[in-house]
């Protein structure tokens, strides 16, 4: 049965904003004094309107520098429409002219607009970052047009990332007079130790949060990068709301590195496709659509990723409403009509999920035959050519039970058991998120009715 409980949803970061529709990449909301209306293609401007902001969810590779296309498709190229013209060569010399006048501000930091503005770093390199990340680099001596190219080029790596909110401030006539660009990244939280000195270490799947001065915009391993570095976070930066097993957002700005509680929404995960879409059933009984962000999320484990945290539940049909879970949000986009997903959390409901999930793999199990052939196993059974692959089943099995009895796991460990013993089962010739984050193997389906051809692995590139 479901409980009844109260729901909470933690308001948004951005103060802006009804939601006033949606666009292909972006979700948009405008903030008006008087009735406003907008379509998939367009968004009217009331003579008295102040700001919009759009909501980038990084389903796209953004690029300024790209063929032109319709302002109502792949996400930036609805920038163009708040600029006179509104061509693509107007919004790039628009933005540029906005970076020219200190009007285009990234986490609350406007952007430099001469090589005066930027501090070199330990190594020399004249360097402007985002949330602690590299975002474009000049020469010592730069003239003021790199720079601004430079500029340009952070807007748009800031763009591709997923869970960016960018709110134009608008003139009488809708035309944007400043751009500032809201770019989090994404932690589960394990514990948040006090270091005594006015700041806190995050520890987030088993270590401390840090960060790579070199790292891609985007949720893709650098093996080149700069030797990751732990983030001090001022007590005074961290909201009340953060605590072990909630999922966070951090983000730098000029008062430094900030943590807070994502949004939330509590209720039913009841179907989905990993990085396709989530439906999410909420305690009221309101049924929802979810799109993955694909945000900064290397900071907790792949089971309560989206990708992943759906594949259990959808595999074990965990999906019947019998087991609540919390869905996470960028800031400020839980209530539009494209929340940005971060990812799950299981609460009470972590042990109950692998206690099921145990019993459906002890199912498989006790009915898998070893035979030859389809015609010895007989029909509707599966069968493999060799014993070893049930016992190595059994003894996934076992290592989850293990996991069961072991009261001192956190939720998130409990759930990555359920996803441990998921890939146990199905392995991971089409898992999206094993292939990525590492964990693939061979699983149970992977060898059993060999008489079946079998999915082909992802490509991984």
């Given at each position: 049965m479901k409980r009844k409980v109260y729901s909470r949803m933690l308001a948004g970061m951005l103060s802006a904003a009804v939601v006033a529709g949606g666009l292909a990449g972006c979700g948009a909301k405008t903030e008006t004094k008087t009735t406003q209306s907008a379509t998939e293609s367009e968004t009217e401007v009331g003579e008295e309107s102040q700001a919009v902001t759009l909501i980038c969810d990084g389903s796209a590779s953004y690029k300024l520098e790209a063929e032109e296309r319709d302002t109502d498709f792949d996400g930036n190229y609805v920038f163009a429409q708040y600029f006179e013209g509104k061509t693509q060569e107007d919004m790039i010399s628009g933005i540029q002219e906005l970076i020219q006048n200190g009007k285009v501000l990234i986490n609350g930091i406007a952007l430099p607009t001469s090589i005066d503005e930027i501090t070199a770093n330990e190594n020399g390199e004249y360097c402007y970052t985002i949330?602690?990340?590299?975002?474009f680099q000049v020469e010592s001596g730069a003239s003021a047009e790199d720079v601004l190219a430079g500029g340009l080029e952070a807007v748009t790596q800031t763009v591709k990332a997923a869970g960016t909110n960018v709110t134009f401030e608008l003139d009488e006539n809708g035309y944007a007079t400043s751009m500032s660009l809201f770019v989090t990244r994404g932690a589960l939280v394990d514990e948040i130790i006090d270091n005594g000195d006015g700041t806190s270490t995050l520890i987030a799947d088993g270590a401390e949060y840090a960060i790579s001065p070199d790292e891609s915009p985007m949720p893709i391993p650098n093996e080149n990068a700069a030797a990751p570095i732990t983030i001090a976070f001022p007590n005074e930066n961290i909201s009340r709301g953060v605590e072990a097993g909630i999922i966070a957002v951090c983000w730098f700005d000029e008062n430094g590195w900030n943590l807070k509680e994502a949004d939330r929404m509590d209720g039913y995960l009841v179907g989905g496709a990993d990085h396709e879409d989530y439906l999410f059933e909420d305690l009221t009984g309101?049924?929802?659509?979810?799109?993955?962000?694909?945000?900064?999320?290397?900071?907790?484990?792949?089971?309560?990723?989206?990708?992943?945290?759906v594949n259990t539940q959808?595999?074990?049909?965990?999906?019947?409403?019998?087991?609540e879970v919390t869905a996470w949000f960028v800031p400020g986009t839980a209530e539009t009509e494209k929340p940005m997903l971060i990812g799950f959390t299981t609460g009470d409901s972590s042990r109950p999920r692998l206690e099921a999930s145990i019993a459906y793999a002890q199912n498989i199990a006790d009915h898998a035959v070893v035979a030859d052939s389809r015609e010895e196993a007989g029909e509707d059974v599966d069968w493999v050519e060799n014993q070893s692959t049930i016992d190595d089943l059994t003894a996934a099995i076992a290592t989850a039970q293990k996991a069961l009895d072991d009261n001192t796991l956190t939720d998130s460990a409990v759930d990555g058991a359920v996803y441990q013993l998921y890939l146990a089962v199905w392995g991971s010739m089409s898992d999206v998120s094993a292939v990525y984050s590492g964990t693939a193997v061979e699983g149970f389906y992977d060898i059993a009715n060999p008489d079946v051809e079998k999915a082909a692995p992802v490509e991984t590139n």
């Open positions: 949330n602690g990340v590299k975002a309101t049924t929802h659509y979810f799109e993955d962000a694909d945000m900064y999320n290397r900071a907790f484990a792949t089971q309560n990723r989206p990708g992943g945290f959808v595999h074990f049909e965990l999906t019947e409403g019998d087991y």
